[in-house]
C-alpha cells in the first residue's frame, strides 16, 4: 500500500472507487486515476475497479476528446468506458458501457506513455459515469474537453428579389442545449444553387443571433448558407435558404 500511495496522485484528484463516490470531472482541467485490478461486468465477483471513476455532465449531441499520460509505457490494452446517466453501482455489473474506446497511444506504439481518445454524438443528457481501463496499480492522468452541439435556424426570406443588386437580409439563431453559443456567423452564397459557396460576409454571434444583408450579385437565381463558426466548447453548425428567384 506503501507503494501505492507514492506512485499515485493526490487523493483529492483522484478518481472514484465506485459510482457513488466519483467526483465531476472538470473539462479541461487535469484528472488522475490509478487503474484497477477488476473489470466491471468482466466475470470476476472482483470489485476493485481501481480510482478510476469519474461523473461526467453530458449532453445530447456532445463531442468529447481528451488525453493523457500513464505513469508507465506498455499499456496496449488501456482504454476508456462512458456509461449512460441510468447506470449505477448496483447495476454496473450487469450493465455495457455505451463506449467503450481503446486509447491511442502518440506513435502508433504502446511503448509511449501518452494517449488520446474521443467519442462523438453522445446519445443522452445527464451525468454519465467515466471509468478508465488502465493495468493493475497503473497511475493515470488526462484532461478531457467536451464541445456542444449546436443548431441554426433561419429567418425567412423572399421568394424573389427584383435585381441582382438587391440585398437579402440574412437573420439566424445559433441556440444549444448546453447554453448559450459563441462564436461567429459567416454568410456564403452560391449562384443557382449549385457549385462552390463563397463567403460573403463575418459577423459576431451576438446574444444567440447575428444578421447580415448579403445582394444576390448573380442572375437567374441564388441560394444564401449561414454558417456557425464556433469558439471552443462548441461544434459548428450550419443552414441554407430555399434559391431565391432574381428579376
Given at each position: 500500500m506503501a507503494a501505492l500511495a507514492i506512485g499515485a496522485p493526490a487523493s483529492a484528484a483522484e478518481?472514484?472507487?465506485?459510482?457513488?463516490?466519483?467526483?465531476?470531472?472538470?473539462?479541461?482541467?487535469?484528472?488522475?486515476?490509478?487503474?484497477?485490478?477488476?473489470?466491471?461486468?468482466?466475470?470476476?465477483?472482483?470489485?476493485?475497479?481501481?480510482?478510476?471513476?469519474?461523473?461526467?455532465?453530458?449532453?445530447?449531441?456532445?463531442?468529447?476528446?481528451?488525453?493523457?499520460?500513464?505513469?508507465?509505457?506498455?499499456?496496449?490494452?488501456?482504454?476508456?468506458?462512458?456509461?449512460?446517466?441510468?447506470?449505477s453501482d448496483a447495476t454496473l455489473q450487469s450493465s455495457k458501457a455505451t463506449f467503450k474506446t481503446a486509447v491511442t497511444h502518440s506513435g502508433g506504439t504502446c511503448n509511449s506513455r501518452t494517449y488520446r481518445w474521443s467519442w462523438n454524438n453522445i446519445p443522452w443528457t445527464g451525468r454519465a459515469t467515466l471509468w478508465g481501463d488502465f493495468a493493475y496499480q497503473q497511475t493515470f492522468t488526462f484532461v478531457a474537453r467536451v464541445s456542444h452541439r449546436t443548431r441554426i435556424r433561419l429567418g425567412p426570406v423572399p421568394r424573389t428579389v427584383p435585381l441582382s443588386d438587391a440585398a437579402v437580409l440574412l437573420r439566424a439563431s445559433v441556440t444549444s442545449r448546453a447554453g448559450k453559443p459563441s462564436g461567429l456567423c459567416a454568410f456564403d452564397r452560391r449562384a443557382h444553387g449549385r457549385g462552390r459557396w463563397h463567403q460573403v460576409r463575418r459577423v459576431d454571434l451576438a446574444g444567440r443571433s447575428c444578421s447580415a444583408r448579403v445582394a444576390a450579385d448573380t442572375t437567374g437565381s441564388v441560394q444564401f448558407r449561414v454558417r456557425f463558426i464556433p469558439d471552443r466548447g462548441w461544434l459548428p453548425s450550419a443552414a441554407a435558404t430555399s434559391r431565391v428567384l432574381i428579376g
Open positions: 478518481g472514484g472507487t465506485r459510482i457513488a463516490n466519483a467526483p465531476l470531472a472538470q473539462w479541461g482541467e487535469p484528472e488522475d486515476g490509478i487503474g484497477a485490478h477488476d473489470i466491471p461486468g468482466g466475470g470476476s465477483s472482483g470489485t476493485d475497479f481501481g480510482h478510476a471513476f469519474w461523473g461526467v455532465r453530458v449532453f445530447a449531441g456532445d463531442r468529447i476528446s481528451g488525453s493523457g499520460s500513464e505513469g508507465t509505457s506498455g499499456g496496449c490494452l488501456d482504454s476508456m468506458w462512458l456509461y449512460d446517466p441510468s447506470v
